[in-house]
Every structure is written in C-alpha cells, then in structure tokens.
C-alpha cells in the first residue's frame, strides 16, 4: 500500500494535525505510514505550523510496528530501514515546534514510542498503553526504551518493557508517562486547546525552552545552567520580551514621587 492517504494533514489555527488514518489495521506503522508520516512533516504547514498534534482513530491511536513486515528481515534491510522510514521517530522528536499526541484506543509498541517523541501526551479513558515487544522475542527500538528510562526511572522501564502489561490511561498517568487525562472522545479537543495557547505564546521563547529542556538529560549542571542563561540572554533582547516588560510595567501604577517638603 501505497503511504499516500494514511496521514491526513490539516491545519487548525496556529496549528497542524497529523492524523493516522490506516484504521483497519489499527494504525500499525507500516514502513508506507511511516514514509508518509517522514513525507507529512516535511509540509509547508507543518513546517510554519506553532505547534504539531500527532493523533490517530478512535480504535488505536496505533497498534505499533507492523507485525507482518518484522519477519525475514536481514541485517542489512534493518540497517536500511533506520536510515529510512525507521529515522521517522527521531525526525518527530527533533521538530523545533511543541508536539502533542492526542490519544485515544491501542497505544501499543512503536504507537507508544511515536507517542514518547512527543513534548506532551493527552489520552482518553479509552487508551490502553504498552510495549509487546518483549513478548514477540524482541524490543522497542524507535527511540522508546532511552526515553522511557528519561521519564520513569529504571525500575519503572523495566517493569513496562519487560512484563509488557497493558495499562489504562489513569496508571499511565500515575507513572508519568502521559501528562494528562480526558473524557473518552476529548483527547483531540483538548490537545488542540493546548496548542492554541502554545501557539499564542512568544515563538522564540517556546521553541528555545523546548530546546535546552531536550538538552537537559544529558547537559551537567554547569552547561545547562550556561544554557539558560545564553537563551535568557538570547531572549530578553526580543521584541515579544522587550514588549511584554513595557506592558507590564505600564499596568503598575507609578512609584509614588517623594514630596518635596517630606525631605
Ligand atoms: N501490525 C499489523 N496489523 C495489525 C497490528 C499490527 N501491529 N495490530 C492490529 N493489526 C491488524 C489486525 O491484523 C487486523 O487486521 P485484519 O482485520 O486484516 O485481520 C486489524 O488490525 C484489527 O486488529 P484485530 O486484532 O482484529 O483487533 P482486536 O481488537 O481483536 O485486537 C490488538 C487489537 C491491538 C489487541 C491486536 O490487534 C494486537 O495484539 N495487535 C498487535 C499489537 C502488537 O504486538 N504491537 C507491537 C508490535 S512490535
């Protein structure tokens, strides 16, 4: 199957949606879905957009790798495909802009590390979280196991990829893996409310928090605190910085002048 119709794009405010739409197949990520989505990002509205929501049907936000396309692959085939559509991971986690992934239904194996790319991650009551990998004789490999050690600690990844439970939305949010949790049927709406406040903030001052918040995990105190500080310094020269001091300093009523006879 051709990648072309199995993500939509459209924007939405300042936003840009990226919807799964292989649904008869629970959105496993083929190598043509992931081509599509690598092709998706590449357009000019998500390129302009301030803020992408990665989502997917109602059954699955995705049901992870394509189990059909694991078998016979040789090492070269895996090595071609990280280079390719299986780079697709890494190109979302590096867009300069906010993500979100909407989600609601399967969030499974590599649907859970599409999800993990993204800065912020809504679920409905509907979702169900895990990572079969292990149980099929192999591992996630999209990025997934670096990040969910980041989020949950060792202890807590281990227990995720190991024993591959399924889980409901409240248990992921208790483990930190998803930042909030809505009504069946709300997670879309609510992701887009976030985007278009993301969207309404000073663009420079998002994408560089964005940015040195990535570089965090792996910075030493001293580099990260040189990084907040070179983007503070970066930053307080814009015009969004400059223009937001001036009005908030007009908002205060004026220090009271001393009298000339109080001397
Ligand atoms: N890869 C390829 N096809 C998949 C898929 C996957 N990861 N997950 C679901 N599908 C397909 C099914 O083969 C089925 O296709 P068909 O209608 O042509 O037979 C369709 O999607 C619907 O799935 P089905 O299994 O009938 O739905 P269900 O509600 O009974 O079960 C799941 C849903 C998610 C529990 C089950 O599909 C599943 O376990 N999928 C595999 C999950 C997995 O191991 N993912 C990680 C791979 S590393």
Do not use: W
């Not at 059909?68 to 085939?77: C, F, I, M």
């Not at 679920?123 to 004789?137: C, K, N, W």
Request: with cysteine; proline share 5%; charged share 25%.
């Amino acid at each position: 199957m051709s990648g072309e119709g199995v993500v939509e794009v459209r924007t939405h405010g300042g936003a840009c949606v990226l919807a799964l739409r292989r649904e008869q197949k629970l959105n496993a990520l083929s190598t043509a879905l992931e081509g599509a989505l690598a092709e998706a990002l590449e357009r000019p509205e998500v390129r302009a957009s301030a803020c992408v929501v990665f989502t997917g049907g109602a059954r699955a936000f995705s049901a992870g790798a394509d189990v059909g396309e694991l078998r016979d692959r040789d090492p070269a085939s895996i090595l071609a495909y990280y280079r390719e559509t299986g780079a697709v991971y890494e190109r979302v986690a590096a867009l300069p802009q906010p993500t979100i992934s909407a989600i609601a239904g399967y969030c499974l194996g590599g649907g859970l590390e599409l999800a993990l790319a993204t800065d912020l991650r809504i679920a409905d009551r509907s979702a169900v979280f895990g990572l079969p990998e292990v149980s099929i004789g192999i591992v996630p490999s999209s990025g997934g196991m670096h990040r969910l050690v980041r989020l949950l600690g060792v202890a807590r990844a281990k227990e995720v990829v190991l024993l591959g439970d399924r889980f409901g939305a409240d248990e992921a949010q208790m483990l930190g893996l998803i930042t909030e949790v809505v009504r069946e049927g709300d997670a879309l709406h609510r992701a887009l409310e976030l985007a278009e406040r993301l969207a309404g903030l000073p663009p420079m001052a998002v994408a560089l928090a964005k940015q040195a918040i990535d570089c965090m995990p792996e910075a030493s105190r001293e580099a990260g605190l040189a990084l907040e500080r070179l983007a503070y310094g970066l930053l307080a020269q814009t015009e969004d910085a400059r223009e937001a001091a001036e009005a908030f300093t007009d908002k205060r009523p004026a220090a009271p002048r001393p009298r000339a006879d109080s001397a």
